[in-house]
Nanobody, 127 residues
Framework: QVQLVESGGGLVQAGGSLRLSCAAS????????MGWFRQAPGKEREFVAA????????KYGDFVKGRFIISGDNAKNTVYLQMNSLKPEDTAVYYC????????????????????WGQGTQVTVSS
């Protein structure tokens, strides 16, 4: 059974940084692409970033504009999301997700590309 556990969320001032982590178990981590989504109150889930199983390819939501970086550590079965220059509109629950199947290339931005989800971690950016 795949388990994804996010951590690293919290309260930060606008312009600050946070690094989210997602520890994965129950899958051969190096074979699966991983992604991050977010959902703010009253809004639809939004694609943030994804990384391929080779960690060579990445994809980002249009709103990221170079502020976030996704990376993975196969030795630790962990994917990270480094978030810089945070804005109040980045406030949301951030979810980690694993690709539905083991395949090359980076998946997303559709949520249906992903088969396993974490419980989410709250990120709040104050103005």
């Amino acid at each position: 059974q795949v388990q994804l556990v996010e951590s690293g969320g919290g309260l930060v001032q606008a312009g600050g940084s946070l690094r989210l982590s997602c520890a994965a178990s129950g899958l051969t981590f190096r074979l699966y692409g991983m992604g991050w989504f977010r959902q703010a109150p009253g809004k639809e889930r939004e694609f943030v970033a994804a990384i391929s199983r080779t960690a060579g390819d990445t994809k980002y939501g249009d709103f990221v504009k170079g502020r976030f970086i996704i990376s993975g550590d196969n030795a630790k079965n962990t994917v990270y999301l480094q978030m810089n220059s945070l804005k109040p509109e980045d406030t949301a629950v951030y979810y980690c997700a694993a690709d539905r199947i083991a395949r090359p290339g980076v998946v997303g931005p559709e949520g249906s590309d992903f088969g396993s989800w974490g419980q989410g971690t709250q990120v709040t950016v104050s103005s």
